[in-house]
């Protein structure tokens, strides 16, 4: 069957290449068009109350476009000189400051319930508030023009700022940081392939499917987050290279025995389909275990990415075939030897020390496991940003100063003003909180909704809503203000109405809890995935858990540099590295032990391991540093702290994976043959003529 499917393929290579390029004109029209979230809040489940009560507060009184000006050292004249020109930027709707509640004249002593939201130490705060979201040209037009109104002593700071300056960064560096990625990809397949001309094949199809993907999100859905835009197609590149490497080295076997081109591409192609799906399927299910992250940044990336493994697999089927075909007279002529260490020695020395090395791996494994399991994970969104930003950089040294107090909101509807009084006083009174301000504890009770000022009316009350807006003593991650989060959900919030705890340090909380359960829940689900895969691609239950074991063991020794270097891991990328290498890298490992398998058909075990060893590790070294390359090429040219960190992780994660595959793997292969002889339905006998 793969004979006639691979007839068919080669026969119309010319109209699966025409219909390839044809494609390229949606698929470019999809990349032009999709949206770049940036707001990675975004991604958490609607069903949680936070995410519900943000949606309110932002609908409502318009929290998800405002900023905080800060100013210092300014007398309150000059800062209401401010807020007025503050107030005529287009694109500005409102600036919120203490004179909108009260007389700024009046000593600060006699109204420190209202002082409290608007002044820290000698630093006043200005609230500015924008009728459109933060990926509204308006928006960032009118936070430019804010920034060049500032004076020296007076920054613009908050989530909405960042984001601004989180894009910024983003597209710019998006282009050159492609560049570079393929850059040093093209050079080392350059150094690694038999040809000059075979990489850019490479890269035309893969890229291809690249484009593919990324076109296909802006009809799926018509948005992507921004981590996912900065490395699905460098990742996707680094991870599928094997599949053309497997087809090209197939194809080169087959003409070196005088087949004709077609000939040789149906047997290649023939003999290669079945290696380059079931290599997909790990890559794939890693992906798929990534996308059922409750956080759904994770569903983002991980479902983009096993698409595009997918779209990979498809395009080096029915593409590169037809490259390979045409370009094969400038292939020959532009040949030139691969410049790979000598591999000779390798297989006889696993072969030689292979107790020794058996005895490395379990007590490299041992501290391995014992860093990643007491890593110090961060789950604090301000770390995904890079702290070189000016919003960031403010943010700091307002911290650093003032002590700056993070706040929580409380959304309520239908409550008499009197219960949303009592709510007020009982909040107060939870350790942990510093002040609150509500509609009623700033205008009273028995005010009319005529005399309030709308300053106030469209800060605090809308449509039957009420907001109140809570002030922390302490940062929203400690302990006392962790208890206090609780305190108020268990005692204060009542199921049977509809109230809301939300806010920026409520919602970060609600994650840190939510990603708690998904670092053990999607490590279970990857290595069950990934396993039962190979279990049944080698019909064993011993083989499964010796390959997940070694590329575990190099997960486990990645993550651990970051414990014994007394740094910590932001969360995504502890749980977004192990799925990604364990999925991406299983394949050497799978690649090994298919040729150990096949070996041992012929030769008794120590001569199998050596041949096989002998024979993947270039194929492993090359796949290994293509990824690696593509990694580095996103790390270096990107300043998003997620990103870069992602991107070096698993740069120096393909490293490490390639040394367990060539070093560690066939050691314990070789002494566990017994074992797989006995628990696997294909595995060669050990009474086999030739052993």
């Not at 399927?281 to 940044?297: D, P, Q, R, S, Y």
């Not at 690649?591 to 492993?620: D, G, H, K, W």
């Amino acid at each position: 069957m793969m004979q006639k499917f691979a007839t068919f393929v080669v026969r119309n290579r010319i109209l699966f290449l025409a219909l390839a390029l044809l494609l390229c004109i949606p698929a470019a029209y999809g990349v032009a068009n999709v949206a770049i979230e940036y707001d990675l809040l975004t991604y958490l489940p609607n069903s949680l109350n936070s995410i519900q009560g943000l949606n309110i507060l932002n609908r409502e009184f318009g929290f998800s476009s405002t900023a905080n000006v800060v100013v210092r050292d300014c007398p309150e004249w000059q800062v209401q000189e401010l807020k007025q020109c503050l107030e005529q930027v287009e694109g500005v709707s409102g600036v919120f400051w203490l004179s909108d509640i009260s007389d700024y004249t009046i000593p600060k002593e006699y109204q420190q319930d209202m002082v409290d939201q608007f002044y820290r130490g000698d630093a006043t705060i200005l609230q500015v508030a924008f009728p459109t979201g933060s990926s509204s040209p308006e928006t960032r037009k009118a936070v430019n023009e804010i920034k060049g109104v500032l004076t020296e002593n007076q920054d613009i700071i908050g989530t909405m700022v960042t984001t601004l300056e989180v894009q910024e960064v983003s597209e710019k560096e998006k282009i050159p940081m492609l560049l570079v990625a393929v850059a040093l990809v093209i050079g080392v397949l350059l150094i690694t392939m038999p040809s000059v001309i075979t990489p850019f094949l490479f890269l035309l199809t893969l890229g291809l499917s690249i484009l593919y993907n990324m076109g296909l999100v802006y009809f799926m859905g018509g948005r992507m987050s921004y981590i996912t835009s900065s490395v699905v197609a460098a990742l996707q590149l680094g991870v599928t290279m094997d599949y053309c490497i497997f087809l090209l080295h197939r194809f080169e076997e087959e003409t070196s025995r005088g087949l004709n081109l077609e000939d040789a591409m149906v047997k290649a192609l023939s003999r290669t389909i079945t290696a380059i799906i079931s290599s997909s399927l790990t890559t794939v299910a890693g992906f798929i275990a990534l996308g059922l992250m409750k956080v759904e940044i994770g569903a983002d990336l991980g479902f983009t990415m096993a698409r595009g493994v997918f779209i990979s697999v498809i395009t080096t089927i029915f593409v590169l075939p037809s490259l390979l075909i045409v370009c094969a007279p400038l292939i020959k002529k532009l040949r030139h030897r691969p410049l790979l260490p000598a591999f000779s020695r390798l297989g006889r020395m696993v072969s030689r020390f292979r107790i020794p090395i058996f005895i490395l791996l379990i007590m490299i494994a041992i501290p391995a496991w014992y860093g990643q399991s007491n890593l110090e994970v961060s789950y604090d969104m301000e770390r995904s940003f890079p702290q070189s930003l000016p919003s960031m950089q403010a943010l700091s040294r307002f911290r650093e100063k003032y002590d700056l107090a993070d706040s929580a909101n409380l959304i309520t509807k239908g409550l008499e003003p009197w219960e949303t009084l009592a709510l007020d006083q009982q909040i107060r009174s939870i350790p942990g909180i510093r002040s609150t301000s509500s509609f009623f504890s700033l205008v009273g009770s028995g005010i009319p909704d005529i005399f309030v000022p709308s300053a106030v009316s469209d800060r605090f009350y809308s449509n039957d809503y009420y907001n109140m807006s809570i002030t922390l003593q302490e940062k929203s991650n400690s302990p006392v203000s962790e208890a206090a989060y609780e305190e108020i959900r268990q005692s204060v919030i009542k199921p049977d109405q509809e109230m809301y705890l939300t806010g920026q340090a409520i919602i970060d909380y609600d994650m840190r809890q939510l990603c708690k359960k998904d670092l053990t829940f999607i490590d279970w689900i990857s290595v069950l995935a990934v396993g039962l895969i190979i279990a049944l691609a080698f019909r064993s239950l011993s083989i499964p858990v010796l390959l997940v074991f070694i590329i575990q063991v190099a997960i486990w020794i990645n993550k651990s540099f970051a414990f014994y270097a007394g740094n910590n891991m932001y969360y995504f990328s502890v749980i977004a590295l192990g799925t990604i290498q364990l999925g991406s890298t299983v394949d050497y490992a799978i690649l090994m032990t298919t040729r150990f398998q096949e070996e041992r058909l012929n030769y008794p075990p120590r001569v199998a391991i050596t041949r096989a060893t002998n024979e993947c590790a270039s194929s492993i070294f090359t796949s290994a540093l293509t990824l690696c390359a593509a990694m580095i090429g996103i790390g270096l040219m990107n300043s998003l702290t997620l990103v870069k960190e992602l991107a070096m992780l698993l740069a120096r994660g393909s490293i490490i994976s390639m040394l367990a595959v060539s070093i560690l793997l066939p050691a314990a292969l070789l002494l566990l043959d017994p074992v797989f002889s006995i628990t696997s339905l294909k595995w060669p006998s050990r009474k086999n003529p030739k052993a």
